[in-house]
């Protein structure tokens, strides 16, 4: 699947109306399949605190150690992440996220402390785990679907990629996915499939192509029947909602 933008277009602004079909349900596939390997286990708290075996997890899971100290306190990085507290204003949000990154870093618990970067990926993808339904990570390629890559770097693309959200109402689109009614067992936070979506258009689209091949196999031949058909049927209602225009579109 190609998706052909204008120069300094988002790529999600490019996105046909008749590719969108096949991209929700690609969305949805790997949102259900990130929840079997790792975010159902970790979702399941009922506080929303982390410990240090769930830092860990999300370390490891999520390849986001290469941005800690070799063998790191996992408990140290929890205890921070507990402290921050979200609300549905994601700009206010955003910024708590960055002071979480700028605080791993003063705390010397990144790799290579004299470097000026800080991990806001891994911050991001910590406050998820804490507030799934406020929330979504940062990433490289979530963000080039929304951010042209010319445009911003580093911090300034962080901010740009959430205000990008913000007028793209992100919260409201993520109350319109949990409004469908879906059957318990493929329950999966709106946010996710919002995030994996932004993920594969924000791809190249020889990569895209790779993903959204491996994730049909991988439904077919992976999950039982009855599973695909849940499965089938939240694909179904989000293609109907989504019909006339691509999820988190200029115009949704």
């Not at 990130?34 to 979702?43: A, E, F, N, S």
């Not at 700028?102 to 406050?127: C, G």
Request: hydrophobic share 40%.
């Amino acid at each position: 699947m190609n998706i052909k933008k204008k120069r300094g277009q988002p790529k999600i602004d490019a996105v046909a109306n008749d590719q969108v079909p096949n991209l929700l349900e690609a969305a949805v596939v790997d949102a259900f399949r990130w929840k079997l390997y790792i975010d159902g286990m970790l979702l399941k708290k009922k506080d929303g605190k982390l410990d240090a075996w769930d830092i860990a997890s999300i370390l490891s899971g999520y390849g986001i150690a290469r941005n800690f100290q070799k063998g790191v306190d996992s408990q140290k990085i929890a205890n921070i992440v507990n402290l921050v507290e979200l609300t549905n204003d994601l700009k206010k949000s955003s910024s708590a996220c960055m002071i979480l990154a700028k605080k791993f870093k003063e705390k010397n618990l990144t790799a290579n402390n004299n470097n000026k970067s800080i991990p806001l990926s891994a911050a991001s993808k910590f406050l998820w785990f804490r507030f799934p339904n406020r929330w979504t990570m940062y990433d490289k390629y979530a963000s080039a679907a929304l951010v042209p890559k010319t445009t911003f770097k580093g911090i300034e693309k962080f901010n740009a990629y959430y205000n990008q959200l913000c007028l793209r109402k992100f919260t409201k689109v993520c109350e319109k996915i949990e409004s469908i009614d879906t059957p318990k067992c493929v329950d999966i936070p709106a946010s996710k499939i919002i995030d994996k979506y932004l993920f594969l258009v924000g791809q190249d689209d020889k990569a895209r192509c790779r993903s959204m091949k491996f994730l049909s196999c991988w439904k077919d031949n992976t999950l039982p029947e009855r599973c695909q058909s849940n499965l089938d049927k939240l694909i179904c209602e989000l293609k109907t909602v989504y019909e006339k225009a691509p999820l988190l579109h200029s115009d949704s």
